[in-house]
């Protein structure tokens, strides 16, 4: 295989004190990619200088290699793969950047995937016709809690798959996992409609975006299969993480005072042996800023460069997530079942929020 060459955008700030204002997602990447023999970390960019100088110096990157403007950066080393840490609001400029300079073969880019859906759709048509790969890190799908889950639904232990219920997290943030999660599950198929409703009285900003407090959305896969999210107060519904129904039986990760994975059939339950792994990592980590997700993920970006297959991270697959997200807001924006595909370019819990329809009181923080 090749050696590529990396560079990563937006470093954050102490990876040791992650916040909803910077998570230093940047020292996960690099710390993933400096473990892939195939890899080879070479210069870095942030807006804040001490915060590229501190990540230079933990990943021994010489000082001419440590840029402001991303821009230049590109120019000076021409890397072969970058990974965009920074917030969603400006992914799309940063990866549209990236992938039109002429030098970049790889972008891999941080979730969520972006603050609208126009966005979203103008990075992956860019990258498409500019031949450059673009791959979202949703790192949880390569957690072995999940990959069993899919075997087992795969190898019709639970019958055909009926309903995806997913009961962890929020709708934006942790939903690009969750409900990637649940297209994975179905095989990456497309909805066909979402409906939803919200509630917001409490105010919520991650990485400059606001969140929902509670939310409640159905969707339709276009083979017939419902997916269902119940997050805040309403979480406790589903009694797991996600729950997978299928006709003649049900898997259940993370259940609420239970194993980790388990499988239900006519009653009987028992639980799968994952090896210790949880949806966040495994007993690997320990000690480390990334995880073994991480690595996975950036193993799968290399092997798709590598071989010219779709990764399962690619951002084509991350548009039937979005486009999920994105109208579930627009569900509740015109009160209404949204039919897909999507036909609005903003963010309607953002729009919301600016218009004054929705008037969360500030965090005390």
């Known amino acids: 295989m090749s050696e590529y060459t990396v560079a990563v955008i937006g470093t954050g700030p102490d990876p040791a004190n992650p ?49 402001e403007d991303y821009r230049e950066l590109l120019a000076a080393v021409e890397p072969d793969v970058v990974s965009v840490c920074v917030p969603p609001a400006i992914h799309e400029p940063i990866v549209v950047g990236c992938a039109t300079s002429g030098v970049v073969e ?53 019958g055909a ?17 969750t409900v990637d999660l649940a297209g994975m599950f179905n095989d990456e198929r497309s909805a066909e409609w979402v409906i939803a409703q919200l509630d917001y009285r409490e105010e919520d900003v991650r990485f400059g975006a606001h969140q929902e407090n509670q939310m409640w959305a159905q969707w339709r896969y276009e083979n017939g299969v419902h997916g269902v999210l ?26 609420h005072d239970g194993p980790m994975l388990e499988l239900d059939r006519g009653g009987t339950r028992e639980a799968v042996d994952v090896g210790g792994e949880t949806m966040h990592g495994t007993p690997a980590d320990e000690g480390r800023y990334g995880s073994v997700l991480q690595d996975r993920s950036v193993a799968s970006v290399v092997e798709s460069l590598e071989s010219g297959a779709e990764s399962p991270l690619a951002g084509r697959i991350g548009l039937n997530t979005a486009e999920i ?34 008037t969360p009181e500030p965090s005390d923080g």
């Open 230 to 255: 119940s997050t805040g107060e309403g979480s406790s519904l589903v009694g797991a993480a996600l729950a997978l129904e299928g006709t003649d039986g049900t898997i259940r990760i993370d259940v």
């Open 325 to 358: 997200i994105f109208g579930g807001y627009e569900s509740v924006r015109r009160r209404g079942r949204v039919e897909l595909p999507l036909d609005v370019d903003d963010n309607p819990f953002e729009s919301l929020v600016d218009d004054g329809e929705l």
């Open 19 to 67: 916040t909803v204002e910077g998570f230093a997602m940047g020292y996960r990447h690099a710390e993933a990619y400096r473990n892939d023999e195939h890899c080879r970390l070479v210069a870095c960019a942030d807006v804040v200088p001490e915060n590229g100088r501190a990540f230079a110096d933990h990943f021994d990157l010489a000082a001419d290699r440590v840029f």
């Open 161 to 177: 798959l009926r309903r995806v219920e997913i009961g962890w997290g929020d709708f934006y943030d942790t939903g690009a996992h």
């Open 106 to 158: 790889a972008i891999h880019c941080e979730k969520p995937m972006a603050d609208t859906w126009a966005s979203a759709q103008r990075m992956v048509q860019t990258c498409w016709r500019r031949g450059v790969q673009l791959t979202f890190n949703r790192q949880r799908r390569f957690g072995r809690v999940f990959t069993e889950a899919k075997r087992l639904l795969d190898d019709g232990d639970v």
